[in-house]
């Protein structure tokens, strides 16, 4: 909270095949380059998410998440824009029609910014259906 008793969320900004995503910083552990290592708990986002196969990373970088268990979940994002800080009053739900499936797929409300819509993903929400899908 701020000083008006504001709630803010601290954000990073990425782009993965011409789409803008957020995530809260506090999910992330660790960020560090990809160097082409291969292993069991490294996700590619656009996998995660079912963009298809056609998508290249131009800076892919490796965001380790925070989760509450023993097991690792790494996801490789592209393109790190920033890190900013934003009220939560500035945060939208999906509309109706679609929010069903942005939340089954990890998204839970958008960010209006600069004359563009920014998904916020939950990658620890991810990381719990994809945990929940293995059992």
């Known amino acids: 909270m701020n000083d008006q008793g504001e709630s ?4 990073f900004f990425f782009t993965v095949g ?4 957020a ?3 506090e999910q992330a552990s660790v960020m560090t380059p990809y160097s082409g290592e291969d292993a069991e708990d490294l996700f590619w986002f656009h996998e995660e998410f ?7 990373y131009h800076t892919p970088i490796i965001v380790t998440i925070r989760t509450r268990d023993a097991q690792s979940y790494r996801v ?3 393109m790190m824009d920033e890190i900013a800080e934003f009220s939560c009053n500035d945060i ?3 509309p109706e029609l679609i929010e069903p499936m942005a939340l089954r ?3 839970w409300a958008i960010l209006p910014r600069n004359g563009s819509l920014i998904l916020l ?5 991810l990381f719990q259906l994809k945990h929940l899908a293995l059992c």
């Open 8 to 11: 803010r969320l601290n954000l």
């Open 18 to 21: 011409g789409v803008h995503f």
């Open 23 to 25: 995530a809260d910083v």
């Open 50 to 56: 079912g963009f298809g196969t056609s998508i290249t």
């Open 76 to 78: 490789i994002i592209d």
């Open 92 to 94: 939208r739900p999906f």
């Open 105 to 107: 797929n990890g998204m």
């Open 121 to 125: 993903v939950d990658f620890q929400w």
